[in-house]
Nanobody
């Protein structure tokens, strides 16, 4: 079973940027549709963005459109989430997911201060 490891979270001021990475443990990653989700304290986990295997089909939650960009490097078995113009309401634990499965990473904390 594939393992996913997220990194790149941290503390940033509002208006700042972060880039999250999610590394997969298998070359089969190149065939997967991948996604990012987030969960804020006291809230349910929500969809953020997704990318198909070739990187030419992207989707975003309305709340992050125009600010976040999902991408992937299949040679590195890695999917990225570039987050710009961060807002305090983006504060959450961010998870990487193989779309349509219960395969999740351990999460990485993103905290945006006002």
């Amino acid at each position: 079973q594939v393992q996913l490891v997220e990194s790149g979270g941290g503390l940033v001021q509002a208006g700042g940027s972060l880039r999250l990475s999610c590394a997969a443990s298998t070359r089969a990653f190149t065939r997967y549709t991948m996604g990012w989700f987030r969960q804020a304290p006291g809230k349910e986990r929500e969809f953020v963005a997704a990318i198909n295997w070739s990187g030419d089909n992207l989707s975003y939650a309305d709340s992050v459109k125009g600010r976040f960009t999902i991408s992937r490097d299949n040679a590195k078995n890695t999917v990225y989430l570039q987050m710009n113009s961060l807002k305090p309401e983006d504060t959450a634990v961010y998870y990487c997911n193989r779309i349509g499965t219960s395969t999740w990473g351990q999460g990485t904390q993103v905290t945006v201060s006002s």
